[in-house]
């Protein structure tokens, strides 16, 4: 069974910066793909950011400039930089996990972690 541990959530001061941290485990494919979501009561979830196996990356155009998404393949581990935060970008961040094995889509969740951005 694969497991998804976030970590780093917390209140923070409009400008400020925190460091999320989701650790996966398990039966996981090499090839795939490790994303953040966030998602604020009544809301869609919304893709943050996806990066690969191999290393590459994508931002959406609200936080392009602003947060980072890099990852550590030797521990299977994600870590999303976020700089500059804003009221707006206060959610729940849930880190996603998808690879595909001998044909079969795989997709799991980890169970979200709080993030406040407030004066």
């Known amino acids: 069974q694969v497991q998804l541990v976030e970590s780093g959530g917390g209140l923070v001061q409009p400008g400020g910066s925190l460091r999320l941290s989701c650790a996966a485990s398990?039966?996981?494919?090499?090839?795939?793909?490790m994303s953040w979501y966030r998602q604020i009561p009544g809301k869609q979830r919304e893709l943050v950011a996806t990066?690969?196996?191999?290393?590459?990356?994508n931002e959406a155009d609200s936080v392009k400039g602003r947060f980072t998404i890099s990852r550590d393949n030797t521990k299977m581990t994600v870590y999303l930089q976020m700089n500059s935060l804003k009221p707006d970008d206060t959610a729940v961040y849930f880190c996603?996990?998808?690879?595909?094995?001998?044909?079969?889509?795989?997709?799991?969740w980890g169970q979200g972690t709080q993030v406040t951005v407030s004066s």
């Open positions: 996603n996990l998808v690879f595909r094995r001998l044909g079969d889509r795989y997709e799991y």
């Open positions: 398990g039966s996981i494919f090499y090839v795939n793909a």
């Open positions: 990066i690969t196996s191999g290393g590459s990356t």
